[in-house]
């Protein structure tokens, strides 16, 4: 039974396993590589993708929940770089190995979404399920900080 | 400079095949779209580290992984310092395995010490060639040409030709000989904080990873392997894990079995369905109990002679106050954030491989030896790496990613997961050393005897293991006494490289007992190092400088406590000053004030980062778990119990480095031993509380 949803913005259908959970569906079925595999328990964030606007965790998401709902990867969070939080990302030059900043920068729209004018308390809450083992977590902080002016000045979240 | 020039186009036309027309990790430049990535495949090698393009793109060759570090960037400043191109027409390719780029290996924060000079040699000499094709094509002296942002300048006529439009000319001119480099006040790129050339492509899921490899009809693999180590399969009953959908083959390997599949969740799946009956072999019943115990024993006997100065013995004897204590440090695992991988391509005349790795050159030996094909015929594609910390210089991975590859005639990738990385890592050694010191009457250290009961690193040798002991020998002072033993404990748990190695745990146990000194003598711990460090200028500025920065001696609030520590590794002198606090017996870690001597800072951005991830890693040491064994198994296996630094628990950190003309030291290693003394020591003068075992665990 083929599994549809919209991946970022476009229709698209899976003959998969339901139970196929949508990071491994992502990164080998359809070649989107850019959510990542960290831990596959849920422990790190790698893999965070939005689910109808929600940041997800895609390793602990069976691919057949996501039915008829919105996949946004990092791939499709703008076609060019120019979200602000990754604007924000690449003025505060974030990453470092960056194999966890995929995840780190979904969840972080995420936040903005619901929380524009987040606190660092709120970030820390926010972001306590992303591992960096780089440990740009201030760095972090501070890109969210930024994003949430570029948004407020009038780039779109 | 006496290079061979890799035939590029040959090179990047065979990966192009290879990868289905994707250009897979070859390119790093941020946002190459297709058609330019065509137009620089038209680049022209002006020797190994610069080619150029007729499109005035300019390829710089990286022979350094990227693993966090900023090497892409700060290599290429080297180059370009040199070089005269504009910064923007920069684009990285990582070097393939050929002697023109020598030993290809990435550890003991040596890109940029290594390179200093060698880069510098590169810029300088491609500059000269497009600087004497330029005036062959004018018929001038060279004399009167000068390179000026990826252009030739005739500076009597005011003509210019850019780099693309001599690349071809240069490209067949001999290699001159080593131009004189400039001197540092001409530089304009190196000293300042250039942002990271990786960035775009690691903000928008396009940079490519080892796991992210994706070759036509690639297959994908993951590997049971012995629950103990060196155990070895007896049997195994396939059925159920054949019968899951997706799965192709399931092979035995010498690490256990393999499982190739369509996907990595089938793979996985069908792993989880395996029968395998192991012989457990010779540690089946290693456990930490048994191991502290060994250690326990083994340090009742004197060890191998490591270092001797004066006359410890007879100075602890006359001492007028004499500390002995016991210092424990546990092995731990690397945990980089993406799991290891590797993906493997063998037929009957050729072995390619593609890994995230910190060691290309033994990565290629590996691939040859295990595939039977001549190393002149694998080949190795370096891609980003998430993570190294030493796991990576192993290529133990690399070698089970082409035994699984000889199984079928397609590529395959070999995923690692979690667990797997944890459990079957090499880990960074336990520890165990007794410390005795005295101090004189006026309350001055003038002892210190150190027997350290340790494994190897995995070197094998008899006798002191040097890494070993590292930090406790050498160490940063002056110390009129000093005897260290060491005694090589062997445990069958497999050791190598962790970021800082030796360092990581004895400059904890050092840093640390020399507080317990300078308490005992009731002097100050910063007045305790000053004096011991007369013969260290470097050291001492460094120390000052994040004394001063942190406000060392300035009241703290209630409750709130400073500690100091000090390390010279890698090349590099480095103080930190941690602020902490203590509730509930919890340990919050305020602030980190950070002070380095490394030289010449070539992108100081870089440093302030690398410091910071550096101090991460150290606090997670510090304060987070351990790797235990029991029954010659590894008892944690995922981030639930292998708990790292989160984002609420960050310090804050500050950065401060002194200015130098030295060569560049080492930074990726400079911040990690200093971290668990600076903060077990900020916790003492807290609380009265002396921590002597890592992790750190009160009440």
Request: with cysteine; glycine share 10%.
């Amino acid at each position: 039974m083929p599994i549809d949803f919209t991946l970022n913005g476009k229709r698209q259908s899976v003959d998969v396993p339901g139970t196929m959970p949508l990071l491994w569906v992502l990164r080998d079925t359809i070649g989107l590589t850019g959510t990542k595999f960290g831990c596959g328990v849920g422990q790190c964030g790698a893999c965070t993708v939005q689910i109808d606007g929600q940041a997800t965790k895609s390793c602990q998401t069976n691919v057949s929940t996501v039915a008829g709902k919105r996949v946004t990867t990092i791939e499709g969070l703008s076609v060019d770089r120019t979200h602000p939080v990754q604007r924000a990302w690449i003025e505060i030059d974030v990453p470092q190995c960056g194999y966890c900043q995929s995840g780190q920068i979904m969840a972080a729209a995420a936040l903005l979404q619901k929380t524009p004018k987040p606190t660092d308390a709120d970030i820390d809450t926010a972001m306590q399920g992303n591992i960096c083992r780089c440990a740009t977590y201030r760095a972090i902080r501070q890109a969210i900080h930024r994003a949430s002016d570029l948004t407020a000045k009038g780039g779109a979240a | 400079m006496s290079v061979a020039v890799v035939n590029r186009r040959q090179f990047l036309k065979s990966s192009a095949a290879a990868a289905g027309g994707l250009i897979v990790g070859l390119r790093l430049g941020a946002a190459l779209a297709p058609e330019a990535a065509e137009a620089a495949a038209a680049a022209l090698p002006l020797n190994a580290f610069v080619h150029i393009g007729t499109d005035d793109l300019v390829t710089l060759i990286i022979h350094k992984s990227e693993m966090g570090q900023g090497t892409v960037t700060s290599l290429s400043m080297l180059l370009a310092e040199e070089l005269e191109c504009r910064w923007e027409s920069i684009r990285n390719e990582f070097a393939p395995v050929t002697p023109a780029y020598g030993n290809l290996g990435v550890y003991g924060s040596n890109s940029i010490r290594s390179s200093w000079q060698q880069l510098r040699q590169a810029g300088a000499t491609a500059r000269e060639i497009l600087i004497s094709a330029a005036a062959q094509q004018w018929g001038v002296n060279r004399s009167i040409c000068r390179a000026e942002k990826g252009t030739v300048v005739n500076t009597t006529s005011g003509a210019r030709l850019t780099y693309g439009a001599l690349a071809e000319a240069a490209s067949k001119l001999p290699v001159p000989a080593a131009p004189t480099l400039k001197p540092s006040s001409a530089f304009k790129l190196i000293g300042t904080s250039v942002k990271r050339l990786d960035t775009p492509a690691k903000v928008d899921g396009s940079a490519q990873f080892g796991l992210d490899v994706r070759l036509p009809n690639m297959l994908y693999a993951v590997v049971e392997r012995s629950p103990v180590f060196g155990g070895k399969v007896v049997s195994f009953d396939a059925t159920k894990a054949n019968a899951v959908p997706g799965v192709k083959q399931v092979v035995q390997v010498s690490t256990g079995v393999a499982v190739i599949a369509d996907n990595t969740w089938a793979a996985m799946e069908a792993r989880r369905a395996l029968a395998v009956t192991w012989d457990e072999g010779a540690n089946a019943n290693v456990s930490s109990a048994g191991i502290r115990d060994l250690f326990v024993k083994l340090s009742g006997q004197p060890g191998a002679e490591a270092r001797r100065v004066g006359d410890a013995a007879t100075a602890l004897a006359s001492a007028a106050k004499r500390i002995e204590a016991v210092y424990e440090a546990p092995y731990l695992a690397h945990a980089p954030m993406e799991p290891l991988n590797c993906v493997a391509h063998v037929t009957s005349t050729s072995c390619e491989v593609w890994a995230s790795t910190q060691a290309q050159s033994s990565a290629r030996d590996i691939a040859a030896r295990t595939s039977g094909i001549a190393p002149a015929n694998v080949k190795v594609n370096t891609l980003f790496l998430g993570g190294g910390f030493g796991r990576r210089a192993q290529v133990d991975y690399i070698g089970e990613a082409v035994e699984v590859a000889k199984a079928v005639s397609v590529p395959v990738k070999v995923t690692w997961s979690r667990e797997d990385d944890i459990r079957h890592d090499l880990y960074r050694p336990a520890s165990y050393v007794k410390f005795s010191g005295g101090i004189d009457a006026a309350g001055w250290p003038v002892a210190i005897t150190a027997r350290v009961t340790c494994p190897s690193f995995g070197f094998g040798r008899g006798g002191v293991d040097s890494t070993a002991v590292e930090g406790i020998t050498p160490n940063p002072y002056e110390i009129p006494n000093l005897l260290v033993e060491y005694q090589r404990a062997d445990t069958g748990i497999p050791t190598t490289y962790w970021r800082s190695v030796g360092y990581s745990q004895n400059t904890f146990f050092m840093e640390a007992f020399l507080d317990e000194l300078a308490a005992a003598g009731g002097k100050d711990p910063v007045e305790v190092r000053r004096r011991l460090l007369a013969g260290s200028p470097r050291m001492l500025a460094a120390l000052n400088l994040a004394a001063s920065k942190a406000g060392w001696g300035t009241p703290l609030p209630a409750g709130r406590g400073r500690g100091v520590s000090l390390v010279n590794n890698i090349g590099s002198f480095t103080a930190q000053i941690a602020e902490v606090s203590v509730e509930a017996n919890t340990v919050h870690v305020h602030k980190i004030v950070c002070a380095v001597d490394c030289g010449v800072v070539v992108n100081p951005a870089g440093v302030a980062s690398q410091i910071v991830s550096g101090i991460g890693t150290g606090l997670s040491a510090a304060l987070k778990d351990a790797i235990t064994i029991d029954h010659g198994r590894v008892v944690q296996g995922n981030f639930n119990n292998y708990r790292v630094m989160r984002m609420n628990e960050a310090p804050e950190i500050e950065v401060y480095w002194v200015p130098s003309e030295n060569a560049p030291g080492g930074i990726g290693e400079a911040s990690t031993p200093g971290v668990a003394p600076a903060v077990a020591n900020a916790i003492f003068a807290a609380t009265k509380t002396r921590v002597r075992v890592l992790p750190i665990r009160l009440g």
